[in-house]
Antibody, heavy 126, light 107 residues
Framework: EVQLVESGGGFVQPGGSLRLSCSAS????????MNWVRQAPGKGLEWVSG????????YYADSVKGRFTISRDNSKNTVYLQMNRLRAEDTAIYYC???????????????????WGQGSLVTVSS | DIQMTQSPSSLSASVGDRVTITCRAS??????LAWYQQKPGKVPELLIS???ALQSGVPSRFSGSGSGTEFTLTISSLQPEDVATYYC?????????FGGGTKVQIK
């Protein structure tokens, strides 16, 4: 059974930092690009960042580029999102998402997502 | 960057009605289009990928069509359990983008 479990969310003041983790199981993690998607309260879905299966390629939305860093540890089946210089508009539930394998094989992080974690809430407020 | 525009933003229909949601891409994305269903308080679930490929376990009343810039998600006979917000997502090129969502309610 595929499981994605996010952790590390919480309350932080503007300008602060948080690191999210997503622990994966139930699939061959090191063959999958991974992505983070967020959803602000009452709003739609926004793609945040993606990482290639080896970690050599990282990709970001313009809204987080230069502030967020995605990484992975394939020995721990975990993907991370380091979030620095946080802003109020970063307040959201952050989801870790697994790619559809057949798409991932050909297109890497450019994929649809067939499994999502339960999400980790990040609140940025003074 | 590719922009995805969904319409309508919300709709209300009766049980048994045929419901159609449209998603337009700002440039051609071939068939690299997915549809998700998100029920209130729940995580998004993938319904369709590659514009028309139904995910395993998804009821056959859901179908997707289109290519290039215009896509549709159709629910052939709306059921009470279909109350949700539906999102399209393109995966043609980075950055990935989602449509704004369509909230479906029962009349």
């Amino acid at each position: 059974e595929v499981q994605l479990v996010e952790s590390g969310g919480g309350f932080v003041q503007p300008g602060g930092s948080l690191r999210l983790s997503c622990s994966a199981s139930g699939f061959t993690f090191n063959t999958c690009a991974m992505n983070w998607v967020r959803q602000a309260p009452g709003k739609g879905l926004e793609w945040v960042s993606g990482i290639s299966l080896t970690g050599s390629g990282t990709y970001y939305a313009d809204s987080v580029k230069g502030r967020f860093t995605i990484s992975r540890d394939n020995s721990k089946n975990t993907v991370y999102l380091q979030m620095n210089r946080l802003r109020a508009e970063d307040t959201a539930i952050y989801y870790c998402a697994k790619p559809v394998l057949s798409i991932n094989k050909v297109r890497g992080y450019l994929t649809a997502f067939d499994y999502w974690g339960q999400g980790s809430l990040v609140t940025v407020s003074s | 960057d590719i922009q995805m525009t969904q319409s309508p933003s919300s709709l209300s229909a009766s049980v048994g009605d045929r419901v159609t949601i449209t998603c337009r891409a700002s440039q051609g994305i071939s068939y690299y289009l997915a549809w998700y269903q998100q029920k209130p308080g729940k995580v998004p679930e993938l319904l369709i990928s590659a514009a028309s490929a139904l995910q395993s376990g998804v009821p056959s009343r859901f179908s997707g069509s289109g290519s290039g810039t215009e896509f549709t998600l159709t629910i052939s006979s709306l059921q009470p359990e279909d109350v949700a917000t539906y999102y399209c997502q393109e995966y043609s090129s980075g950055p990935l983008s989602f449509g704004g969502g369509t909230k479906v309610q029962i009349k």
